[in-house]
């Protein structure tokens, strides 16, 4: 079993719909949940990050996090032709908070 | 204020050889990571270097190693490569005491082993 899981995708939404991305996570331990956004042949730049179970939200962008169940989500509202790029869920367990784990990342698709 | 910079940008070797990459940090930080980024596998964690001193490493076997500069200028060594070493290498850096917040990638260095 991967540590952090995500859907590779595509996935596809229409312009202006909201874009939910799942990320799964093995280790109990783990603090710290961010979300990079890669757009194809350049650098990951971090989008979100949340330490706590709940909602936090910036901007279009909502990150959503349940400890107990082990998943962080991304919501992103009126999605934008730019949006398109790969997600990537990442996290920290405790002790290695320099020491990211990423997820294969998931393709969004947003469509005019 | 100029980013993280990564050299060269790409590269070709032969199994084999080895191959040194470079990356200089954002001016000022202190903390550098490296990560391997391949289609099947995705980002993976190769170390991390603070003050000159290596404080996190991943599951890469000693074949890849790395170091770290007083400058904050670090530099990452794969001996003997093989074919699966193709890959994008992404340096990253970070002020303070380091962790995933502040955390700025470079555009990478992109390695063809042929």
């Known amino acids: 079993q991967k540590e952090v899981e995500q859907n590779s995708g595509p996935l596809s939404v229409p312009e202006g719909a909201i874009a939910s991305l799942n990320c799964t996570y093995s280790d109990r331990g783990s603090q710290s949940f961010f979300w990079y956004r890669q757009y194809s042949g350049k650098s990951p730049e971090l989008i979100m990050f949340i330490y706590s179970n709940g909602d936090k939200e910036d901007g279009r962008f909502t990150a959503q996090l349940n400890k107990a169940s082990q998943y962080v989500s991304l919501l992103i509202r009126d999605s934008q032709p730019s949006d398109s790029a790969t997600y990537l869920c990442a996290v920290t367990q405790a002790g290695t908070a320099s020491k990211l784990t990423f997820g294969t990342g998931t393709r969004l698709q947003v469509t005019l | 204020k100029a980013g993280v910079t990564q050299t060269p940008r790409y590269l070709i070797k032969t199994r084999g050889q080895q191959v040194t990459l470079s990356c200089s940090p954002i001016s000022g930080h202190r903390s550098v990571s490296w990560y391997q980024q391949t289609p099947g596998q995705g980002l993976q964690f190769l170390f991390e270097y603070f003050s000159e001193t290596q404080r996190n490493k991943g599951n890469f076997p000693g074949r890849f190693s790395g170091r770290q500069f007083s400058n904050s200028r670090s530099e990452m060594n794969v001996s003997t490569l093989e074919l699966g070493d193709s890959a994008l290498y992404l340096c990253?850096?970070?002020?303070?005491?380091?962790?995933?917040?502040?955390?700025?990638f470079g555009s990478g260095t992109r390695l063809t082993v042929v």
């Open positions: 990253a850096s970070s002020g303070g005491i380091g962790g995933p917040i502040g955390y700025t």
